[in-house]
């Protein structure tokens, strides 16, 4: 029972710190906590319900459809409301943020309706592998490993090696230095949030396969990825997974001692860490130069 | 190589610069000179198009006979322009090695690149002791050095200095100076706001003073050492008793 519950919570954990990174990697660069990024999730993952229900085609089609659509709709999304706000302010970015989640809600609600659908997920959450004699896993547990694995791992590679990942970095360290090295700023904003939404739309197709599909089914995920998320610090983006999962793990072994308690033990926690140390567990110490 | 012309940069309803213009002759040294809050950065600024996309507001400057007052700054750095901006700004989470890189964003010659890199590393040896450490934990002479080998390495041929010798020793400074007559004996023209005027006019071959968004002087170091209005404001050296010289000063370069 102890390793079921700590697969699964580790699972869960996995999730929410992908969903993290990608809430993460947008604070690193805008400096803004993207608030859309739940409703981002949920509409991509709309997409690939409508082109899986609507047009009956194969899962392996529409995946990279959905792909395509979140990464489009990142871009989309920084252009037509971050972009043309001139030298906003935190707060002033926030709203905006705010006002496309309402957007996005909106919109999910009149194209596709509040009731619930299950979404027809490729990796079921019922059907098992015996890994070990006792020990069980479901496909979707495996598919999450091995997905925040495969991303992780591309994402060290690509900022520590690839031109433009270093490039990337250097803009959320000193955007005018980069400005002046011929880096083309608004182009790292655009690949920026078309990465986030990428990774977030992965993540969220998680979540709704595990519960349901509406126009609401991302905030409590959304809630629970950002605190880990700033548990981990928010800057770090190993730190942000692990923050992930030590939240997942939390989550499910209280869950299983007092269910009653399961949806806000984790926050209890998190608001513990967060007094003992404000910048979470593994801010890196440097601050943002104005 | 290098014409400004006439040239009113504003901030918001302040205007910073009144129409300043002034010509740069390839292979030259050339130093903008001036008190605090003249302007000079703000030169460099609009040059390099680093202000409000509307700005300058007035005027042209042309690089090797075109316009680049309405360019990218990607495509003027691109066409050989290169800035190393008042305080360094390294990008203190890389390390050494990947801010030089930065440095070369805009070329795709992985041989030149990494020989520009060699050659750089050479130029400047305690660069290549430290390469792998992050830039921020350089000293700020280390981080001068990082921010003038990283802005060669786009193979300038106008390089723009924002006062390199800010917070240096006297001797770094005199280290700083070698370096760009160096840089410039290479065939790289330069053009440097100092507010180290003495150290400026000794190395360079022309000179501008500014004043209130205005150019008030030009002319050649040995000429301008000689003044008395420059010998008394900008290099100290008292001739008469002060305030009243001052405030003629002031009044010559305000009706100019
Ligand atoms: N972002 C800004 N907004 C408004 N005014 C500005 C801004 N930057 C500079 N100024 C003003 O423009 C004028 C010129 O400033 P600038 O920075 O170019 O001076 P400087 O000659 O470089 O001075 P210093 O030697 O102190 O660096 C100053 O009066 C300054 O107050
Ligand atoms: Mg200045």
Redesign the interface.
Known sequence: MFEMLLIEGLAIGACYGLFGVAVAIIYKTSDVINFAQGEMGMVATFVAYHILTVYNVPFWIAFPATMVFAILLGMAIEFCFLRPAKDPTVLGLLIITLGAEMLLMGLAGWKWGAEQKDFPFLLSVTKTHEIAPDLAINEWTIGVFTLTIIIMVSLFLFFRYS?LG??M??TQ??V?????????VERVFSITWAMSSLIGAIAAMFFAARSVLDPNFMMEPFMRAFAAAVLGGLTSIPGVVIGGLIMGIIENFFGYAWPEWKPIVAFVVIILIITVRPSGLFA?H?IK?V | MLAVKNIETWYDLIRALHGISFEIQQGAIVALLGSNGAGKTTTLKTIMRLLDDDQPEKGTIEFLGKRIDRMDTEEIVRMGISYVPEGREVFPELTVMENILMGAYTRKDRKGIQEDIDGILKQFPILDERRNQQAGHLSGGEQQMLAIGRALMSRPKLLMLDEPSLGLSPLLTKEIFTIIQKINQQGVTILLVEQNVNMALKYSHYAFLMENGRIVRADKPEILREDDDVKEFYLGIATETSIKGYKRYRRKVRFR
């Open positions: 031109k270093i490039a970095r250097a360290q000193n005018n230095a980069a400005k002046i090295m011929g880096i083309k890196k440097y130069k």
